[in-house]
Protein backbone atom coordinates (compact mmCIF):
# COMPACT_ATOMS: atom_id res chain seq x y z
CA UNK A 1 0.00 0.00 0.00
CA UNK A 2 1.30 3.03 -0.95
CA UNK A 3 2.13 5.55 2.04
CA UNK A 4 3.65 9.23 1.99
CA UNK A 5 7.25 7.62 3.84
CA UNK A 6 8.05 5.94 0.15
CA UNK A 7 9.64 8.74 -1.40
CA UNK A 8 9.13 7.51 -4.92
CA UNK A 9 5.15 7.58 -3.46
CA UNK A 10 5.99 11.08 -2.18
CA UNK A 11 7.26 12.29 -5.56
CA UNK A 12 4.79 10.58 -7.50
CA UNK A 13 1.73 12.89 -5.48
CA UNK A 14 4.44 15.60 -5.91
CA UNK A 15 4.11 15.01 -9.87
CA UNK A 16 0.28 14.28 -10.14
CA UNK A 17 -0.22 17.74 -7.63
CA UNK A 18 1.66 19.85 -10.02
CA UNK A 19 -0.58 18.87 -13.28
CA UNK A 20 -3.74 20.59 -10.87
CA UNK A 21 -4.93 23.18 -12.34
CA UNK A 22 -6.71 26.45 -10.92
CA UNK A 23 -9.70 25.26 -13.63
CA UNK A 24 -9.70 21.70 -13.25
CA UNK A 25 -12.88 20.37 -13.42
CA UNK A 26 -14.43 18.83 -10.13
CA UNK A 27 -15.59 15.10 -10.28
CA UNK A 28 -17.44 15.18 -7.31
CA UNK A 29 -17.82 17.19 -4.09
CA UNK A 30 -17.59 20.36 -3.62
CA UNK A 31 -14.37 21.83 -3.41
CA UNK A 32 -12.65 24.30 -5.81
CA UNK A 33 -8.64 23.04 -7.11
CA UNK A 34 -7.45 26.17 -4.78
CA UNK A 35 -9.78 25.07 -1.91
CA UNK A 36 -8.91 21.50 -2.08
CA UNK A 37 -5.05 22.19 -1.81
CA UNK A 38 -5.69 24.62 1.04
CA UNK A 39 -7.81 21.72 3.27
CA UNK A 40 -4.90 19.50 2.20
CA UNK A 41 -2.63 21.84 3.42
CA UNK A 42 -4.83 22.57 6.83
CA UNK A 43 -5.30 18.95 7.63
CA UNK A 44 -1.44 18.63 7.50
CA UNK A 45 -1.15 21.40 9.94
CA UNK A 46 -3.99 20.54 12.09
CA UNK A 47 -2.47 16.58 12.48
CA UNK A 48 1.21 18.96 13.35
CA UNK A 49 -0.43 20.81 15.71
CA UNK A 50 -0.04 24.29 13.86
CA UNK A 51 -3.59 24.90 13.42
CA UNK A 52 -6.46 24.12 15.78
CA UNK A 53 -9.01 22.10 15.22
CA UNK A 54 -12.19 20.56 17.27
CA UNK A 55 -11.22 17.40 18.13
CA UNK A 56 -14.21 13.96 17.58
CA UNK A 57 -12.25 11.11 18.60
CA UNK A 58 -14.39 8.36 19.71
CA UNK A 59 -14.29 4.49 20.13
CA UNK A 60 -15.30 4.25 16.29
CA UNK A 61 -13.52 6.66 14.59
CA UNK A 62 -10.02 5.42 16.40
CA UNK A 63 -11.12 2.29 15.79
CA UNK A 64 -13.00 1.18 12.69
CA UNK A 65 -13.50 4.14 10.94
CA UNK A 66 -9.06 4.15 11.61
CA UNK A 67 -8.73 0.60 10.48
CA UNK A 68 -11.16 1.06 7.44
CA UNK A 69 -9.63 4.58 6.66
CA UNK A 70 -5.82 3.71 6.98
CA UNK A 71 -5.31 -0.54 6.79
CA UNK A 72 -7.78 -0.64 4.01
CA UNK A 73 -7.60 -0.49 -0.23
CA UNK A 74 -10.90 0.72 0.16
CA UNK A 75 -11.62 3.88 -1.49
CA UNK A 76 -12.52 6.51 0.84
CA UNK A 77 -16.22 7.72 0.46
CA UNK A 78 -17.35 10.82 -1.11
CA UNK A 79 -19.40 13.48 0.70
CA UNK A 80 -17.53 12.74 4.01
CA UNK A 81 -18.28 16.25 6.50
CA UNK A 82 -14.96 18.45 6.30
CA UNK A 83 -14.72 19.81 10.03
CA UNK A 84 -14.92 23.44 9.99
CA UNK A 85 -10.88 23.96 10.48
CA UNK A 86 -10.03 22.42 7.12
CA UNK A 87 -13.32 23.44 5.42
CA UNK A 88 -12.45 26.37 3.14
CA UNK A 89 -15.89 27.84 3.23
CA UNK A 90 -16.15 27.59 6.82
CA UNK A 91 -12.85 28.58 8.72
CA UNK A 92 -10.32 26.97 6.97
CA UNK A 93 -7.85 29.35 4.70
CA UNK A 94 -8.35 30.83 1.45
CA UNK A 95 -7.23 30.25 -1.34
CA UNK A 96 -4.45 32.84 -2.90
CA UNK A 97 -2.20 32.52 -5.18
CA UNK A 98 -2.97 28.83 -7.15
CA UNK A 99 0.76 27.78 -7.78
CA UNK A 100 2.01 29.68 -4.34
CA UNK A 101 -0.56 26.91 -2.56
CA UNK A 102 0.44 24.17 -4.71
CA UNK A 103 4.05 24.55 -3.27
CA UNK A 104 2.77 25.07 -0.28
CA UNK A 105 0.89 21.93 0.15
CA UNK A 106 3.97 20.20 -1.41
CA UNK A 107 6.53 21.70 1.23
CA UNK A 108 4.11 21.46 4.56
CA UNK A 109 3.88 17.66 3.11
CA UNK A 110 7.30 17.02 2.96
CA UNK A 111 7.87 18.52 6.37
CA UNK A 112 5.14 16.58 7.69
CA UNK A 113 7.27 13.37 6.56
CA UNK A 114 10.57 14.66 8.33
CA UNK A 115 8.97 15.69 11.61
CA UNK A 116 6.51 12.60 12.07
CA UNK A 117 8.60 10.45 13.98
CA UNK A 118 9.93 13.50 16.24
CA UNK A 119 6.58 14.70 17.45
CA UNK A 120 3.29 12.98 19.69
CA UNK A 121 0.71 13.80 17.14
CA UNK A 122 -2.56 13.05 17.63
CA UNK A 123 -5.37 13.08 14.35
CA UNK A 124 -8.50 14.93 15.05
CA UNK A 125 -10.79 11.85 14.52
CA UNK A 126 -8.33 8.69 14.85
CA UNK A 127 -6.71 9.96 17.93
CA UNK A 128 -2.76 8.71 18.54
CA UNK A 129 -1.39 6.97 15.32
CA UNK A 130 1.60 5.76 14.52
CA UNK A 131 4.50 7.22 11.98
CA UNK A 132 3.51 4.19 9.93
CA UNK A 133 -0.27 4.90 9.83
CA UNK A 134 0.41 9.15 9.33
CA UNK A 135 2.14 8.08 6.34
CA UNK A 136 -0.91 5.97 5.18
CA UNK A 137 -3.25 8.43 6.24
CA UNK A 138 -1.46 11.36 4.08
CA UNK A 139 -1.05 9.19 1.44
CA UNK A 140 -4.87 8.32 1.14
CA UNK A 141 -5.94 12.05 1.79
CA UNK A 142 -3.83 13.26 -0.71
CA UNK A 143 -4.95 10.70 -3.45
CA UNK A 144 -8.70 11.12 -2.53
CA UNK A 145 -8.75 14.35 -3.33
CA UNK A 146 -6.13 13.96 -6.38
CA UNK A 147 -9.06 11.80 -7.91
CA UNK A 148 -11.90 14.66 -7.23
CA UNK A 149 -10.09 16.50 -9.98
CA UNK A 150 -8.67 13.40 -12.03
CA UNK A 151 -5.24 13.92 -10.60
Known sequence: MSTLLDPLARQQLRDRFQTLRPDSLRQGGRMSPGGMVCHLTDSFLVCMGER??????????????????????MPWPKG??????????????????????????????????????????????FGAISAKEWGRWGWRHMDHHGRQFGI
Not at 52 to 73: E, G, H, K, N
Not at 88 to 106: C, H, K, M, R, T
Open 80 to 125: LPTGPAVDQEIGGSAPGDFDADVAELLNVMERFVAEMDAKNWAHPI
Open 52 to 73: DSATRVTLASRTLMRFVAISTP
